[in-house]
Nanobody, 124 residues
């Protein structure tokens, strides 16, 4: 059964750090993307990691503040973010793209399967 489950969200103070995990099942060697959608906004890419070569890609908004990694033994992709700001507040989603490429897309378009999302709130 294909499934993606996010965990690790919550309330964080500005300047703090957060680790989001995406546990996957039913996939092998897929690109995983993290996306977010603020209230009233569009879904936007945050970071992704390719299915071949584990190459990361980051959105300009989080470049230098985020790190995405894959733990193949646990079928989990982790997104670490630091120096969080109030405008990082959003529902964060992980998604899977089964296309066999050595790169990943920051656009939601090629992603076939999505998790349910998890709230991240950055506020004092």
């Amino acid at each position: 059964q294909v499934q993606l489950v996010e965990s690790g969200g919550g309330l964080v103070q500005p300047g703090g750090s957060l680790t989001l995990s995406c546990a996957t099942s039913g996939f092998t060697r897929v690109a995983i993307g993290w996306f977010r959608q603020a209230s009233g906004g569009n879904r936007e890419g945050v970071a992704c990691i390719s299915g071949i070569g584990d190459r990361p890609n980051y959105a300009n908004a989080v470049e230098g503040r985020a790190n995405i990694s894959r733990d193949n033994a646990k079928n989990t992709v982790v997104l670490q973010m630091n120096s969080l700001r109030p405008d990082d507040t959003a529902v964060y989603y992980c998604a899977a793209d089964q296309s066999p490429h050595p790169f990943c897309s920051g656009s939601p378009t090629p992603y076939d399967f999505w998790g349910q999302g998890i709230q991240v709130t950055v506020s004092s």
